[in-house]
Structure formats: structure tokens, C-alpha cells
């Protein structure tokens, strides 16, 4: 079987968390990966909406100015503050929490 850029992808990402990609077999129910902590879903896709980098890529410059990491977090009109979701780089991700 060939090996998509995606399926290349996934095996990187689990890898920097010290864990293997778990098949697509049915009985995974959309985990990439899991570590004794997290659950991992990724996704690689040709466009992302161009505002998502801007604020990322602002905030993460201002933060490492400051000697920090970058912290985005989105939520929609009328959702629930708990449900806002937190959007970080990779990079500083694995810095936080290395191999599980």
C-alpha cells in the first residue's frame, strides 16, 4: 500500500509524542494517535482560513518575545466558554508535553 501524505503526517506528529499511529481498523473512533493523557485527531488539509495563521502567528511572536508561548483560543457567538477551542503551535505543544 502506498503512503499518502497524510498517513506520513499522522506517524510524524505521533511519533514527537512518543507513540505509534494507531491503524484505520474501525475501532479507533477517529484517533490518530493516544498517549496515556490525550486522544489525538490530525488533520492535513491544502487551506485553512488565512485570519486563523495571522492571530496565531501574532500571538505567538508577541509571546516569544516575552519569552512565552503563543495561546489561541476561538469560540463562536453564543457558545459556551467551556467548548472555546485552544489553538497553539506544534512545536510548542511537544516543548510542553514531550513524549507521553
Known sequence: MSDHSWKAFERRMARDVGTERIPVTGERDGA????????FQFKLRRVFPSWLWIWLDGIATKATLDGKI???????PRQLDDDAVVILRWR???DLHGKQ
Open 92 to 94: 510548542d505543544w511537544v
Open 70 to 76: 503563543g495561546v489561541l483560543v476561538l469560540k463562536r
Open 32 to 39: 490518530d494517535c493516544a498517549t496515556s493523557m490525550f486522544c
